[in-house]
DNA sequence: ATGTCTTATGAAATAAAATTACAAAAAATT
DNA sequence: AATTTTTTGTAATTTTATTTCATAAGACAT
């Protein structure tokens, strides 16, 4: 698990981590550029070679060596791919909701938050669980959803998705019904726990519960160990910061819900031409209550 | 509203947009050099002056003309500059989902449109009327939520967020229920409509029965005009391409969730003496339900 | 410690690229 | 048709990047 993620980031590093990572195999004197350009990436799009080694205390033959060392055709091509990182980056910082911000500072914060944690939670989500994942899903007999608060919301759009595409699921956020109806799944059901901090008693009784009648359960929870992961046949994690208000769940179900998006693609391509057919039924259904 | 949206566009257009603009207004050799710009924006990184004159059958002058009419300080400062913005834009392309997708695709697909609805709500929305929305909502007596479908999930989910802060608030996603309450409210209570068609007539009608009734109305909706915004005395739209895979509602109940948030953490922060202590009181009252 | 070898570095030369100045061509105006 | 204005490209100039090469610093052996 953990490796997918740190593979990941090894595969397409920015270009500032890349300087980052090979600091301590570089010259004295290149190290100075390194360190200089890490401490003030937005300048360099600025600075020409005589002016970037000035500033570094060498010469420009050195910057240009640098910009080999790394990989870079010359100054310029390290420019233009240091600006574009940093271009990249700058799109995605987002400080922390303080109380006296402005309405148009809440807004952008708020909204990269949840940007920010769909992409992490793009970026940590193992392939091949969730292949797993789609593949119990779509031989299920039956599936099961279980949540309770916020992740009781998820569960019921989970339901809500799957029901639209033929499949038999029922979301319960009630702990007795989550119970009576874990007791009772076969080997052919699939049961769905949902619960960021993966500690909530309900639902990983309910999953555990399930897994012991023989289902394959799944959860979807933050990354890392916790209760749930333990009951869990197939791991799928999210990530979060969590931080920005201390709210329960603020960008978390957003994750959780992309999650679910995921699942829903992958099952619904795999039988894309049946399930056409039921998702133009289910909108017809539905028409007449539209103006 | 309308002239919110273009009016932002204008503020913070990416630089290829803002070639695109002013191509009418150029002379023709430069049209020419904006117009292979336009087509091949990855090129030029790559390119001299002297290459890209040759390209465009001009002359290196004009090309220095051209950077000078658009603002840049010149050829390098342009370079610079439309790389990032492609670099920036980049990130966000996301395909359609085809049938034939692996997982690492799809997930990425499904990720970056997710990720894109709330980039593009940020951008929409109008910040007058989310403040005002903010405020009726905080002097609210009481607040409904409706919604049905997808968007009743939305409604759920903001009834458990400002319930967290002891909003005297329920989400209604029976249509009975929602007119039966609706009948009731008084001009100090508000009633939020979510819907992304604008269209669903239990939740509109619900919306012109609270109207009438006096409450403050609020609707979360997709962009532009619907029947729902005409009995919405404060419009909030979202944006979503939707088109990524006929799903009723995939990333447009994450963009709702977006401005839920924002609503959320608006309210919060106004309050934050009081509401900081109810947060806390609500997350012990389910610490005994972890593990 | 001294000399030899290796590596690292910067000054200066060179090459490349961008910018500017200017004159020719094209278009517009009289 | 002549004149003015605008547009454009060529060539000169300047700026910037790259390479070369000599020297300095450090490592290692004697």
Redesign the pocket.
């Known amino acids: 698990m953990k490796n997918i993620y740190i593979k990941r980031g090894e595969i397409m590093p920015g270009d500032l981590e890349k300087i980052q990572a090979i600091l301590n195999n570089?010259?004295?004197?290149?190290?100075?550029i390194a360190q200089y350009i890490l401490k003030n990436p937005e300048e360099i799009s600025d600075?020409?070679?005589?002016?970037?080694?000035k500033r570094c205390?060498?010469?420009?033959?050195?910057?240009?060596?640098f910009?080999?060392t790394l990989g870079y055709?010359?100054?310029?091509?390290?420019?233009i791919k240091v600006s574009a990182d940093l271009a990249v980056k700058s799109k995605k910082i987002q400080g922390l909701v303080s109380v006296d911000d402005d309405v148009d500072a809440i807004i952008t914060k708020v909204s990269k938050n949840n940007m920010l944690a769909v992409e992490n939670t793009m970026d940590v989500l193992d392939r091949a669980e969730v292949a797993k994942a789609a593949q119990a899903l779509m031989k299920a007999k039956k599936i099961d959803f279980y949540g309770v608060g916020a992740s009781g919301i998820v569960a019921q759009d989970a339901m809500h998705k799957f029901m639209r595409i033929n499949k038999a699921c029922t979301a319960y956020t009630d702990t007795h019904m989550q119970l009576t109806s874990a007791a009772n799944l076969s080997p052919e059901d699939v049961a769905v726990g949902i619960s960021y901090s993966g500690q909530t008693m309900d639902t990983v009784d309910a999953l555990r519960l399930a897994k012991n009648a023989g289902a394959t359960t799944i959860c979807i929870t933050k990354f890392g160990h916790s209760p749930i992961t333990e009951v869990a046949d197939i791991k799928l994690f999210v990530t979060s910061s969590e931080a920005l208000f201390r709210s329960g769940a603020m960008a978390s179900r957003i994750a959780q819900l992309n999650v679910i998006d995921i699942l829903f693609t992958l099952v619904a391509c795999q039988k894309y031409d049946d399930i056409i057919k039921y998702l133009e039924n289910t909108s017809e259904a539905v028409a007449p209550r539209k103006y």
């Open positions: 570089l010259k004295p004197s290149e190290k100075k600075l020409t070679i005589a002016e970037l080694a205390g060498t010469s420009e033959a050195s910057v240009v060596r910009c080999k055709k010359g100054y310029q091509d390290l420019k």
